[in-house]
């Protein structure tokens, strides 16, 4: 089993930024791609960001492009989302997924492992 636990989440106000990592442990071997999703009060998960193991694939939201960055450090087992430009509709419980597969996908499903999610909360 792979468990991934997400920190770096908390309030602040819109045009601000902050730093997601997301730390895994146990069968970390089994893990190639990484991605983000979130979801916001009474809506569904939704994909945010995605990146390969070797980190030469990277997909993004159009709703992060050019405000969020995805990086992996796999030497430290960590996953981090650089989230610079932060508005209230980013607002959301942000959680870090891994998959077996090697090419991230914005489908939730392809996704095999779950972190408990960290909360973004943006104020205007």
């Known amino acids: 089993q792979v468990q991934l636990v997400e920190s770096g989440g908390g309030l602040v106000q819109a045009g601000g930024s902050l730093r997601l990592s997301c730390a895994a442990s146990g069968r970390t071997f089994s893990i190639n791609a990484m991605g983000w999703f979130r979801q916001a009060p009474g809506k569904e998960r939704e994909f945010a960001a995605g990146?390969?193991?070797?980190?030469?694939?990277?997909s993004l939201a159009d709703s992060v492009k050019g405000r969020f960055t995805i990086s992996r450090d796999n030497a430290k087992n960590t996953l981090y989302l650089q989230m610079n430009s932060l508005q209230p509709e980013d607002t959301a419980v942000y959680y870090c997924?891994?998959?077996?597969?090697?090419?991230?996908?914005?489908?939730?499903?392809?996704?095999?492992?779950w972190g408990q999610g960290t909360q973004v909360t943006v104020s205007s």
């Open positions: 997924a891994a998959a077996k597969r090697y090419q991230a996908t914005p489908h939730i499903d392809t996704y095999d492992y």
């Open positions: 990146i390969s193991w070797g980190g030469t694939s990277i």
